[in-house]
């Protein structure tokens, strides 16, 4: 062997060593989209830092289909998934003999912006259906000024979120004429250049990100006579503002003690704005 060679061996063990798990450490396979990879990394992180005997392993899916097929076939002990699960899928368990518990662990809000020239400060949750779905055309529709309403969105990278807001939220799809981005700040980029615009974004892409593009973030009434309320990792929580999507953790209902403990820990936490 030359010696290139014996260096590139030494790595590979020291790179295997440091991904084993320790022997005597009890191991935590959890699998959660792309999308929700931070925080459910960091919350398993703050797991791990208070359980120093278990070794919490979180997986990347490509999307919440892919997870619930990697918890039925026994690849994860944990899936972490932004809808409930669907009949084909609990067909899907109930044929190998899995049976799936549900947790509710929090909801994250989905947030309304709007060109910073919008002279509107608030909307029904009833005015934002209309101008997503496209049946507002203008924003004299909603009380204002004259303008063309332009309506940005994204794009299949975030499948989960496209799923609520047309089957969850609005019942229907999103408008026609819609111009799609790839990706949240895409939206917010097209939103603030972009006079008569409206999109929605997550309440991280909103108000947690440094340097996005200034937009107006609107208020949200559930009703014509209820408060206006701005999203806020408090608000979402506490249900005042409406418009939010629920987040799950799924296992098998024969799970060990440790992923019962992890499932609790993470329900406690919620899904709010953790940091390590």
């Not at 062997?1 to 009890?26: E, G, I, R």
């Amino acid at each position: 062997m030359n010696a290139m060679f014996m260096v590139f061996l030494v790595a590979l063990q020291v790179l295997a060593a440091t991904m084993a798990p320790a022997a005597d450490k009890t191991v935590i396979r959890v699998t959660g989209p792309d999308s929700m990879f931070g925080r459910l990394h960091t919350l398993s992180m703050l797991f791990e830092r208070e359980n120093p005997g278990t070794d919490v392993r979180v997986v990347r899916g490509a999307t919440v289909d892919a997870v619930f097929s990697a918890l039925v076939r026994g690849e994860t002990g944990v899936a972490l998934a932004s809808r409930k699960i669907n009949a084909a899928e609990k067909d899907a368990a109930k044929a190998k003999g899995v049976e799936l518990t549900e947790n509710l662990i929090g909801y994250g809000g989905i947030v309304i912006v709007t060109h910073v020239s919008n002279p509107l400060n608030d909307l029904t949750v009833d005015q934002v259906k209309k101008l997503l779905s496209g049946e507002y055309t203008n924003w004299s529709e909603c009380g204002a000024p004259p303008a063309l309403v332009k309506v940005f969105r994204v794009g299949e990278k975030h499948p989960g979120t496209l799923v609520f807001m047309q089957e969850d939220f609005l019942g229907k799809p999103l408008a026609s004429g819609a111009e799609v981005m790839p990706d949240f700040a895409g939206v917010m980029t097209r939103v603030s250049g972009t006079p008569g615009a409206i999109g929605f974004v997550r309440i991280r892409d909103a108000l947690e990100c440094p340097g996005q593009a200034v937009t107006k973030i609107m208020k949200i009434r559930a009703g014509v006579d209820g408060p206006a309320v701005l999203p806020c990792r408090g608000t979402v929580s506490d249900g005042s503002y409406p418009i939010r999507r629920p987040y799950y953790l799924y296992s098998n209902s024969r799970v060990s003690t440790e992923i019962s403990k992890y499932i609790e820990y993470i329900k406690a936490k919620g899904w709010g704005q953790q940091t390590l």
